[in-house]
């Protein structure tokens, strides 16, 4: 199915004076041939469920979209709503700030631990924690993250700083009683190793969980929710699937990550929740299960994590 993003879009008055922060641009860095444009809408959905974990702060592809062109193509898919995802200060403020005014978006607020490394001092980060802890207490915002562990782009000697933002993190999210967003990448072992060592809060959640079946007998122990996304749809990632086989029902989340690892066929464009249909019917033939019991499970895990959209707005 075709469609105009324009012609769609259900405006609203009461908005912040910038709708995305461009904060990507492939089409001015990128000088290949590739396809940038947004995929086409999916067959809905018959249950209604949530995307787990999006960036409508970023604008990306050949004709960026704002927040209320995603959200209202996402509800044209049968996606109830999502959680909005903040990775600094600024893009944090901007969560939260949206999500005070829309009622299909709820909050999270964090210092992603690339972000945590890029700051001068302790003293400086602990400044800028400080700001989340802030916004952490507003009503509209329901999970501190995203925030953990990164071994993949940080220096080593750096990590200490997201390690220390990483502790932070989860006190600023016990003492709120919301739930917990991690970004675990090349991690595994030292991620796991604090929420142990330091507490995990009640509801904590691997985002684009990335582990395999080791991870996710751990997960299974402690009761800590595994969110997928448009990975567990790429054919290298066997491992991806046999852990979502293996998790318990109640501990499923899907998420789109948006704009980034957009599901297959389209993996490489430009990501959106409109297209979590895809993911959750990879997710069903993984289960085994219908399409309609997948979004219906997941649909009821979401809100165990983050609570009622319609509260507080």
């Not at 105009?4 to 609203?12: E, G, N, Y």
């Amino acid at each position: 199915m075709r469609f105009s993003h324009a012609s769609k879009v259900k405006m609203s008055k009461d908005l912040p004076s910038e709708n995305y922060i461009r904060v990507r641009d492939r089409k001015a860095e990128d000088g290949s041939k590739r396809d940038l444009s947004y995929p086409d809408l999916p067959e809905p959905l018959r249950v209604g469920t949530y995307d787990n974990h999006t960036h409508l702060e970023i604008a990306d592809g050949e004709n960026p979209m704002d927040y209320r062109e995603h959200l209202e193509l996402a509800n044209q898919a049968g996606i109830l709503g999502g959680v909005q995802v903040g990775g600094s200060v600024e893009t944090s403020k901007w969560s939260a700030e949206i999500a005070a005014i829309e009622p299909r978006l709820v909050a999270a607020v964090a210092l992603h631990p690339n972000v945590a490394a890029e700051y001068e001092s302790l003293a400086e980060l602990d400044a800028a924690i400080a700001e989340i802890a802030k916004l952490a207490s507003q009503p509209r915002v329901r999970a501190v993250g995203e925030t953990g562990l990164d071994y993949f782009r940080t220096e080593a000697e750096r990590t200490f700083l997201q390690q220390h933002s990483f502790e932070e993190h989860i006190q600023i999210a016990k003492e709120n009683n919301i739930a917990l967003q991690i970004h675990d990448r090349d991690a595994h072992e030292d991620v796991v190793a604090t929420l142990l060592r330091v507490g995990a809060p009640e509801r904590t959640v691997f985002h684009c969980f990335s582990g395999d079946v080791e991870l996710a007998t751990i997960l299974k122990e402690h009761g800590w929710y595994a969110s997928f996304a448009g990975t567990v749809t790429f054919k290298k990632n066997q491992s991806l699937r046999d852990a979502l086989a293996l998790l318990p029902k109640e501990l499923i989340l899907v998420e789109t990550d948006a704009p980034f690892l957009t599901p297959e066929p389209y993996r490489g464009r430009p990501n959106s929740p409109y297209l979590i249909p895809i993911t959750v019917r990879k997710m069903a033939e993984v289960r085994e299960i219908s399409e309609d019991e997948m979004a219906e499970q997941i649909t009821k895990n979401t809100e165990a994590v983050y609570g009622s959209w319609s509260a507080d707005i």
